[in-house]
């Protein structure tokens, strides 16, 4: 894939998928960490996945992530907020594909993206953009380069969307997020979309080029992946690992998962501080935007 509109960038933050517990999590972490002097909100290009698409978002637009301590009061507020039962059928049938063995990736999205198909529920769809909303609170794409990544379910091809390529932010978010048996299938412009991990877990590679790349990947215990050098990860400790993996959707599981993350602040803040630094005469350019990926993993 191309690299060009990156090779000047200096720092780069990418943020992997997670589920609620991780987006909560991710959110802690970030607080913590610009508590202790590492504001990652700094970075020159945001690499949002999932749950981590809505915390970049929250980041690029210049906000603070302790807004996300706890969950939006609307929430507890409005019944209709609450977040949809997962489908045990559907998101048993997702893994079952993304299990089958010798399965290219790119076979795999298809299946997974004919399953999506049959979730399309715009009733449920539009909570979920309501619910976006409220964690996002942005309106518009910000100035600051923030890549989002979906997978198109008409074709399995994966889409990686910037603020050039004209769909609303939240509605990019919510795709990005929607994990089939979990959130529906979000329309763009007559398509629908779903979780950008299905592309490439982190998406790391959309990070390619920078001098210093910080990976935040709730799912790091699940998916180890080697790092490459200038590479920089932060995964949840142990402590955290038994609470992420319960999957509630309750808001005190919200509060503890935001709250475990920042506790690792502090340690995760010794490892990150020195390479946080800017380097000396970077000028980072915007990255290009960029359409379907067909050449994607």
Do not use: C
């Amino acid at each position: 894939m191309e690299t060009d509109g990156m090779r000047d960038l200096d720092r780069a933050l990418v943020l992997g998928p997670g589920g609620r517990l991780g987006t909560a999590w991710t959110a802690g972490l970030a607080a913590g960490l610009r508590d202790f002097g590492v504001d990652l909100g700094e970075a020159d290009l945001i690499v949002g996945t999932s749950a981590g698409a809505i915390v970049g978002a929250v980041l690029a637009t210049g906000q603070d992530p302790s807004r996300l301590a706890t969950l939006p009061a609307q929430r507890s507020a409005d019944p209709s907020s609450a977040p949809r039962r997962p489908d045990p059928a559907v998101r048993g049938a997702v893994f079952a594909v993304l299990g089958e063995p010798g399965l290219a990736p790119a076979d795999a999205r298809r299946k997974v993206s004919r399953i999506a198909l049959e979730t399309v529920d715009a009733e449920a769809e539009n909570r979920l953009i309501a619910q976006r909303t409220a964690l996002i609170a942005a309106e518009s794409w910000p100035r600051r380069p923030l890549l989002i990544p979906a997978v198109d379910t008409e074709t399995g091809e994966p889409i990686v969307w910037d603020a050039a390529a004209g769909v609303p932010l939240v509605r990019a978010v919510a795709a990005s997020s929607a994990f089939p048996g979990v959130e529906p299938p979000v329309a763009v412009d007559g398509r629908h979309y779903m979780d950008g991990a299905l592309r490439d877990g982190t998406n790391a590679d959309l990070a390619a080029g920078a001098r210093t790349v910080v990976v935040i990947d709730p799912l790091a215990h699940r998916h180890p992946r080697p790092t490459t050098e200038g590479t920089h990860l932060v995964a949840p400790d142990p402590a955290a690992v038994l609470l992420l993996d319960t999957e509630r959707d309750d808001p005190e599981a919200w509060t503890a998962a935001y709250q475990a993350g920042e506790a690792q602040a502090a340690a995760a803040s010794e490892v990150l501080r020195a390479h946080w630094r800017p380097a000396m005469r970077v000028s980072p350019r915007r990255p290009v935007a960029r359409g379907p990926l067909s050449g994607s993993p």
